[in-house]
Protein backbone atom coordinates (compact mmCIF):
# COMPACT_ATOMS: atom_id res chain seq x y z
CA UNK A 1 0.00 0.00 0.00
CA UNK A 2 1.17 3.47 -0.69
CA UNK A 3 0.71 5.69 2.77
CA UNK A 4 1.48 9.24 3.14
CA UNK A 5 2.14 10.26 7.05
CA UNK A 6 1.47 14.40 7.38
CA UNK A 7 3.96 14.97 9.98
CA UNK A 8 7.39 14.21 10.73
CA UNK A 9 7.38 14.43 14.69
CA UNK A 10 8.96 11.01 16.66
CA UNK A 11 5.26 9.39 16.06
CA UNK A 12 4.95 10.21 12.44
CA UNK A 13 8.77 8.83 11.98
CA UNK A 14 8.32 5.70 13.61
CA UNK A 15 4.81 4.75 12.54
CA UNK A 16 7.00 5.73 8.81
CA UNK A 17 9.48 3.20 9.74
CA UNK A 18 7.47 0.56 11.15
CA UNK A 19 5.32 0.32 7.71
CA UNK A 20 8.17 0.68 5.12
CA UNK A 21 9.87 -2.37 6.78
CA UNK A 22 6.39 -4.02 6.59
CA UNK A 23 6.36 -3.81 2.71
CA UNK A 24 4.38 -0.52 2.22
CA UNK A 25 5.99 2.75 0.54
CA UNK A 26 6.29 5.30 3.05
CA UNK A 27 5.76 9.10 1.89
CA UNK A 28 6.45 11.45 5.50
CA UNK A 29 5.57 15.27 4.78
CA UNK A 30 6.28 17.52 6.99
CA UNK A 31 5.55 21.78 6.02
CA UNK A 32 9.43 22.18 7.17
CA UNK A 33 11.49 22.27 3.91
CA UNK A 34 14.75 22.08 5.87
CA UNK A 35 13.48 19.51 8.05
CA UNK A 36 12.62 16.75 5.01
CA UNK A 37 15.77 18.08 3.63
CA UNK A 38 17.79 17.00 6.47
CA UNK A 39 15.57 13.87 7.14
CA UNK A 40 15.93 12.91 3.27
CA UNK A 41 19.40 13.45 3.04
CA UNK A 42 20.72 11.84 6.48
CA UNK A 43 18.19 9.12 6.42
CA UNK A 44 17.46 9.69 9.75
CA UNK A 45 15.25 11.78 11.73
CA UNK A 46 18.16 13.82 14.23
CA UNK A 47 15.64 16.10 15.55
CA UNK A 48 12.99 13.66 17.15
CA UNK A 49 13.63 10.08 16.63
CA UNK A 50 17.78 9.67 16.16
CA UNK A 51 19.84 6.63 15.93
CA UNK A 52 16.90 5.07 13.60
CA UNK A 53 18.05 4.75 9.92
CA UNK A 54 14.88 5.59 7.28
CA UNK A 55 13.80 2.60 5.03
CA UNK A 56 15.22 3.14 1.26
CA UNK A 57 11.54 3.18 0.66
CA UNK A 58 10.52 5.81 2.83
CA UNK A 59 11.01 9.25 1.68
CA UNK A 60 10.35 12.99 2.76
CA UNK A 61 8.84 15.79 0.98
CA UNK A 62 7.74 19.22 2.01
CA UNK A 63 5.33 19.51 -1.13
CA UNK A 64 2.48 17.89 -0.11
CA UNK A 65 1.53 17.19 -4.09
CA UNK A 66 4.44 14.87 -4.16
CA UNK A 67 3.88 13.13 -0.95
CA UNK A 68 -0.06 12.94 -2.27
CA UNK A 69 1.29 10.86 -5.35
CA UNK A 70 -0.26 7.76 -5.78
CA UNK A 71 -1.15 7.83 -2.34
CA UNK A 72 -4.18 5.23 -0.94
CA UNK A 73 -3.89 5.96 2.95
CA UNK A 74 -3.22 9.18 5.19
CA UNK A 75 -1.97 9.16 8.50
CA UNK A 76 -2.41 12.66 9.86
CA UNK A 77 0.36 13.17 12.93
CA UNK A 78 0.73 16.59 13.56
CA UNK A 79 0.39 17.80 17.12
CA UNK A 80 -3.45 18.24 17.33
CA UNK A 81 -2.80 22.35 16.75
CA UNK A 82 -1.48 21.23 13.57
CA UNK A 83 -4.58 19.00 12.58
CA UNK A 84 -6.93 21.07 10.74
CA UNK A 85 -4.39 22.69 8.69
CA UNK A 86 -2.67 19.89 7.35
CA UNK A 87 -6.26 18.13 6.90
CA UNK A 88 -7.19 21.24 5.25
CA UNK A 89 -4.02 21.83 2.49
CA UNK A 90 -4.85 18.04 1.77
CA UNK A 91 -7.58 19.21 0.84
CA UNK A 92 -6.78 21.81 -1.15
CA UNK A 93 -3.76 19.39 -2.84
CA UNK A 94 -6.71 16.56 -4.30
CA UNK A 95 -6.60 14.27 -1.37
CA UNK A 96 -9.39 15.27 0.68
CA UNK A 97 -11.07 11.52 -0.71
CA UNK A 98 -8.27 9.60 0.30
CA UNK A 99 -9.14 7.20 3.25
CA UNK A 100 -7.52 9.43 6.31
CA UNK A 101 -6.27 7.97 9.42
CA UNK A 102 -5.75 10.72 12.71
CA UNK A 103 -2.78 9.25 15.35
CA UNK A 104 -2.41 12.06 17.20
CA UNK A 105 -4.64 12.38 20.85
CA UNK A 106 -6.25 15.19 22.08
CA UNK A 107 -9.28 17.96 21.82
CA UNK A 108 -9.02 20.84 19.21
CA UNK A 109 -8.48 24.00 20.97
CA UNK A 110 -11.06 26.04 21.46
CA UNK A 111 -13.59 23.86 19.72
CA UNK A 112 -13.61 20.94 21.97
CA UNK A 113 -13.22 18.51 18.61
CA UNK A 114 -12.17 15.03 18.88
CA UNK A 115 -9.61 14.45 15.97
CA UNK A 116 -11.68 12.47 13.41
CA UNK A 117 -14.27 15.13 14.09
CA UNK A 118 -11.72 17.77 12.95
CA UNK A 119 -11.75 16.30 10.08
CA UNK A 120 -15.20 15.12 9.01
CA UNK A 121 -15.76 19.14 9.49
CA UNK A 122 -13.21 19.92 7.20
CA UNK A 123 -13.76 16.72 4.62
CA UNK A 124 -18.13 16.01 5.20
CA UNK A 125 -18.17 13.85 2.09
CA UNK A 126 -14.98 11.56 3.07
CA UNK A 127 -16.83 8.05 4.27
CA UNK A 128 -13.25 6.26 5.29
CA UNK A 129 -11.95 8.53 8.31
CA UNK A 130 -10.86 6.84 11.55
CA UNK A 131 -8.38 6.85 14.28
CA UNK A 132 -5.30 4.57 15.24
CA UNK A 133 -4.74 4.63 19.38
CA UNK A 134 -3.35 2.75 21.90
CA UNK A 135 -0.59 1.93 24.08
CA UNK A 136 2.62 2.70 22.18
CA UNK A 137 5.75 4.68 22.13
CA UNK A 138 7.62 5.73 19.28
CA UNK A 139 11.48 3.82 20.16
CA UNK A 140 9.64 0.87 20.69
CA UNK A 141 7.79 0.70 17.67
CA UNK A 142 10.94 1.96 15.69
CA UNK A 143 12.97 -1.02 17.48
CA UNK A 144 10.30 -2.89 16.06
CA UNK A 145 9.10 -4.16 19.35
CA UNK A 146 6.01 -5.77 19.56
CA UNK A 147 2.54 -3.46 20.52
CA UNK A 148 -1.40 -3.65 20.17
CA UNK A 149 -3.18 -0.82 19.11
CA UNK A 150 -6.77 -0.03 18.10
CA UNK A 151 -8.04 1.16 14.44
CA UNK A 152 -11.26 2.49 15.22
CA UNK A 153 -13.89 4.13 12.24
CA UNK A 154 -17.82 4.47 12.06
CA UNK A 155 -17.33 2.77 9.02
CA UNK A 156 -16.95 -0.63 9.99
CA UNK A 157 -16.71 -2.28 6.64
CA UNK A 158 -13.92 -0.12 5.47
CA UNK A 159 -12.47 -0.63 8.54
CA UNK A 160 -12.22 -4.31 9.29
CA UNK A 161 -10.35 -4.66 5.47
CA UNK A 162 -7.89 -1.87 6.62
CA UNK A 163 -6.76 -3.65 9.82
CA UNK A 164 -6.53 -6.91 7.33
CA UNK A 165 -3.73 -4.95 5.12
CA UNK A 166 -1.86 -3.05 8.12
CA UNK A 167 -1.84 -5.96 10.61
CA UNK A 168 1.46 -7.06 10.94
CA UNK A 169 3.87 -9.59 13.57
CA UNK A 170 4.73 -6.13 15.17
CA UNK A 171 1.98 -4.13 15.77
CA UNK A 172 -0.88 -6.43 16.12
CA UNK A 173 -4.08 -4.09 15.09
CA UNK A 174 -7.78 -4.64 16.79
CA UNK A 175 -10.82 -3.10 15.01
CA UNK A 176 -13.51 -0.94 16.99
CA UNK A 177 -16.17 0.79 16.10
CA UNK A 178 -16.22 2.93 18.93
CA UNK A 179 -14.01 6.36 17.78
CA UNK A 180 -15.63 8.05 20.51
CA UNK A 181 -14.39 6.06 23.34
CA UNK A 182 -10.91 5.27 21.37
CA UNK A 183 -10.47 8.56 21.02
CA UNK A 184 -11.38 9.91 24.63
CA UNK A 185 -9.14 7.31 25.94
CA UNK A 186 -6.51 8.00 23.98
CA UNK A 187 -6.33 11.52 24.86
CA UNK A 188 -7.72 12.19 28.75
CA UNK A 189 -4.33 9.42 29.24
CA UNK A 190 -1.99 12.29 28.94
CA UNK A 191 -3.77 14.22 31.52
CA UNK A 192 -3.53 10.79 33.83
CA UNK A 193 0.11 10.71 32.90
CA UNK A 194 0.82 14.25 34.07
CA UNK A 195 -1.06 13.58 37.43
CA UNK A 196 0.92 10.43 38.25
CA UNK A 197 4.48 12.12 36.98
CA UNK A 198 3.63 14.66 39.75
CA UNK A 199 2.79 12.00 42.04
CA UNK A 200 5.74 10.15 41.71
CA UNK A 201 8.10 13.05 41.57
CA UNK A 202 7.06 14.41 45.02
CA UNK A 203 7.77 10.44 46.24
CA UNK A 204 4.12 9.98 47.13
CA UNK A 205 5.07 6.04 46.21
CA UNK A 206 3.07 3.20 44.03
CA UNK A 207 0.46 3.25 46.50
CA UNK A 208 -0.45 6.95 45.13
CA UNK A 209 0.01 6.26 41.49
CA UNK A 210 -1.78 3.04 41.59
CA UNK A 211 -4.88 4.88 43.38
CA UNK A 212 -4.50 7.76 40.40
CA UNK A 213 -4.12 5.39 37.90
CA UNK A 214 -7.63 3.72 39.11
CA UNK A 215 -9.57 6.77 39.47
CA UNK A 216 -7.66 8.24 36.26
CA UNK A 217 -9.52 5.57 34.48
CA UNK A 218 -13.05 6.15 36.39
CA UNK A 219 -12.96 9.87 35.10
CA UNK A 220 -12.02 8.99 31.55
CA UNK A 221 -14.53 6.51 31.58
CA UNK A 222 -17.39 9.03 32.68
CA UNK A 223 -16.39 11.68 30.17
CA UNK A 224 -16.21 9.03 27.18
CA UNK A 225 -19.94 8.02 28.55
CA UNK A 226 -20.96 11.32 28.66
CA UNK A 227 -20.10 11.55 24.89
CA UNK A 228 -21.26 8.87 23.78
CA UNK A 229 -18.77 6.20 24.32
CA UNK A 230 -19.09 2.51 25.28
CA UNK A 231 -17.89 1.56 29.04
CA UNK A 232 -15.67 -1.33 27.79
CA UNK A 233 -14.30 0.49 25.65
CA UNK A 234 -12.37 1.88 28.41
CA UNK A 235 -11.30 -1.43 29.69
CA UNK A 236 -9.39 -2.09 26.42
CA UNK A 237 -6.19 -0.86 24.32
CA UNK A 238 -7.47 2.79 24.10
CA UNK A 239 -8.56 2.97 27.73
CA UNK A 240 -6.86 1.30 30.55
CA UNK A 241 -3.80 -0.06 28.25
CA UNK A 242 -2.81 3.40 26.74
CA UNK A 243 -3.30 5.11 30.90
CA UNK A 244 -0.84 2.41 32.30
CA UNK A 245 1.59 2.69 29.60
CA UNK A 246 1.76 6.03 29.86
CA UNK A 247 1.16 6.61 33.26
CA UNK A 248 3.74 4.61 34.04
CA UNK A 249 6.27 4.56 31.20
CA UNK A 250 9.72 6.53 31.68
CA UNK A 251 9.33 7.60 27.89
CA UNK A 252 5.85 8.99 28.54
CA UNK A 253 6.58 12.48 27.49
CA UNK A 254 3.39 13.65 29.76
CA UNK A 255 4.66 11.85 32.93
CA UNK A 256 7.80 13.68 32.66
CA UNK A 257 5.80 16.88 32.28
CA UNK A 258 4.67 16.01 36.09
CA UNK A 259 7.79 15.18 37.13
CA UNK A 260 9.41 18.28 35.93
CA UNK A 261 6.33 19.97 38.09
CA UNK A 262 7.17 18.28 41.37
CA UNK A 263 10.82 19.27 40.84
CA UNK A 264 9.52 23.31 41.01
CA UNK A 265 9.64 24.16 37.48
CA UNK A 266 7.68 26.15 35.65
CA UNK A 267 5.77 24.13 33.16
CA UNK A 268 7.55 26.47 30.25
CA UNK A 269 10.55 25.05 31.59
CA UNK A 270 9.55 21.93 31.73
CA UNK A 271 8.13 21.74 28.11
CA UNK A 272 11.30 23.47 27.27
CA UNK A 273 13.75 20.75 27.98
CA UNK A 274 11.27 18.04 26.76
CA UNK A 275 11.60 19.61 23.67
CA UNK A 276 8.51 17.88 21.99
CA UNK A 277 5.07 18.60 22.10
CA UNK A 278 3.32 16.88 24.83
CA UNK A 279 -0.25 16.72 24.28
CA UNK A 280 -1.50 16.50 27.75
CA UNK A 281 -1.16 19.73 28.64
CA UNK A 282 -3.46 21.54 26.43
CA UNK A 283 -5.59 19.02 26.51
CA UNK A 284 -6.62 19.79 30.46
CA UNK A 285 -8.30 23.20 29.36
CA UNK A 286 -10.22 21.47 27.11
CA UNK A 287 -10.92 18.54 29.07
CA UNK A 288 -11.73 20.83 31.97
CA UNK A 289 -14.59 22.32 29.70
CA UNK A 290 -15.77 19.43 28.79
CA UNK A 291 -16.32 18.38 32.22
CA UNK A 292 -18.51 21.24 32.82
CA UNK A 293 -20.22 20.59 29.63
CA UNK A 294 -21.47 16.99 30.42
CA UNK A 295 -21.42 18.22 34.01
CA UNK A 296 -19.49 15.13 35.57
CA UNK A 297 -16.91 15.40 38.13
CA UNK A 298 -13.62 14.88 36.76
CA UNK A 299 -11.58 15.73 40.29
CA UNK A 300 -8.08 14.90 39.12
CA UNK A 301 -8.66 16.93 35.61
CA UNK A 302 -9.73 20.14 38.05
CA UNK A 303 -6.82 20.05 40.14
CA UNK A 304 -4.57 19.92 37.48
CA UNK A 305 -6.54 22.73 35.60
CA UNK A 306 -5.80 24.93 38.94
CA UNK A 307 -2.16 24.04 38.78
CA UNK A 308 -1.21 25.08 35.33
CA UNK A 309 -3.30 28.15 35.70
CA UNK A 310 -0.89 28.89 38.67
CA UNK A 311 -4.18 28.73 41.18
CA UNK A 312 -2.60 25.96 43.17
CA UNK A 313 0.92 25.02 44.11
CA UNK A 314 2.32 21.20 42.80
CA UNK A 315 2.76 20.04 46.52
CA UNK A 316 -1.18 20.66 47.46
CA UNK A 317 -2.54 18.73 44.39
CA UNK A 318 -2.48 15.29 46.43
CA UNK A 319 -3.59 17.01 49.46
CA UNK A 320 -6.27 18.33 48.09
CA UNK A 321 -7.83 15.18 46.64
CA UNK A 322 -7.21 13.13 49.47
CA UNK A 323 -9.43 15.29 51.59
CA UNK A 324 -12.28 15.37 48.96
CA UNK A 325 -15.58 13.90 50.54
CA UNK A 326 -15.28 9.98 51.23
CA UNK A 327 -18.21 8.61 48.98
CA UNK A 328 -18.47 4.72 47.31
CA UNK A 329 -16.41 3.55 44.17
Keep these: ???????????????????????????????????AQAMQQSRENERYL??????????????????????????????????????????QHGGGHLPILTACKGFELDTGLL?????????????????LSGPSFAQELAQQLPCAVCLASENEAWLHGLVQALNTNVMRLYANSDVIGVSVGGAVKNIMAIATGLSDGLNYGLN????????????????AVAMGAHT????????????????????????KVGLGLAEGKTLHQVLKEIGHVAEGVPTIEEVHNAAAKYQIDMPITDMLYQLVRNE???????ERLMQREPKSE
Design 50 to 91: PNFRLPDNLNVYADMSEALRDSELVLVVTPVVGLRSSVEQLK
Design 208 to 223: ARAALVTRGLAEITRL
Design 115 to 131: TFQVVQEVLPENPRIGV
Design 1 to 35: MNITILGAGAWGTALGIHFAKHSHSVAMWTHNAAH
Design 232 to 255: KTMMGLAGMGDLILTCTGALSRNR
Design 312 to 318: LAASDVM
